[in-house]
């Protein structure tokens, strides 16, 4: 596509429950970042894809968090048992090669309620 | 320490003013350089990346590098309203894949 695409735009769970957050990223970039940024603060790593793998979960802030991209293309990110400081704008990013700057998406907002 | 830190801000400068926006970074090791834009509201856009050490200028934006110093700074020229928003600085690791964010610096342009 012609930019990083995100979905849902808004999300509103209540807490506990599970949400599924999606990037379909640019087409051909090999690179895929996960990115949380909470109101008034900066953007924290979560986690990257090089193709459908992921060397570097170091930013998963617990196992209650998920990600899988398939056919080195779509990513979804998935938390479980939502708490109230899992809401955030969670954004994702893509790149043709690692080193390159990212393209971000227009991010989910997550409300847990 | 943070591994990037940027001045703090707000920043509030004049309709033709120059803005100067500071970046320093621990990783002696890192390679590429990055300055984001980010209206309120909005996710953020890439300005300008730089890799080598000195000035790297695109249009009114300006891009200084002094690895040595571990310093990255953003010139904003002849500043527009237009241009007020929090500008982002980011750096790769020696890694080279994973960018760390600064927290951002808040620049409103007074007309």
């Known amino acids: 596509g012609a930019g990083v695409s995100q979905s849902p735009s808004n999300k509103v769970t209540e807490k506990g429950k599970d949400v599924e957050l999606r990037c379909d990223p640019i087409?051909?970039?090999?690179?895929l970042y996960w990115y949380r940024q909470s109101l008034g603060q900066g953007l924290e790593f979560l986690i990257y894809?090089?193709?459908?793998?992921?060397?570097?979960k170091s930013g998963l802030p617990s196992d209650r968090f998920s990600a899988e991209r398939t056919g080195g293309s779509v990513s979804t990110l998935t938390i479980q048992r939502t708490q109230q400081e899992d809401s955030a704008v969670y954004l994702c990013?893509?790149?043709?090669?690692?080193?390159?700057?990212?393209?971000f998406g227009s991010g989910t907002r997550l409300t847990v309620v | 320490q943070k591994e990037v830190e940027q001045n703090s801000g707000p920043l509030s400068v004049p309709e033709g003013a120059i803005a100067s926006l500071n970046c320093t970074y621990s990783?002696?090791?890192?390679?590429?350089f990055f300055w984001y834009r980010q209206y309120s509201g909005k996710s953020p856009e890439l300005i300008m990346f730089?890799?080598?050490?000195g000035d790297k200028e695109d249009g009114r934006f300006t891009a200084q590098l002094n690895k040595a110093s571990q310093y990255v700074s953003l010139l904003i020229r002849d500043s527009q309203p237009s241009d007020s928003a929090t500008y982002l600085c980011?750096?790769?690791?020696?890694?080279?894949?994973?960018?760390?964010f600064g927290a951002g610096t808040t620049v409103t342009v007074r007309a």
């Open positions: 730089i890799y080598s050490n």
């Open positions: 894809f090089q193709g459908n793998s992921a060397p570097d």
């Open positions: 087409s051909g970039h090999t690179a």
């Open positions: 990783d002696r090791g890192s390679q590429s």
């Open positions: 980011a750096v790769s690791g020696s890694n080279d894949y994973k960018l760390s």
């Open positions: 990013a893509s790149s043709f090669r690692q080193g390159d700057g990212y393209t």
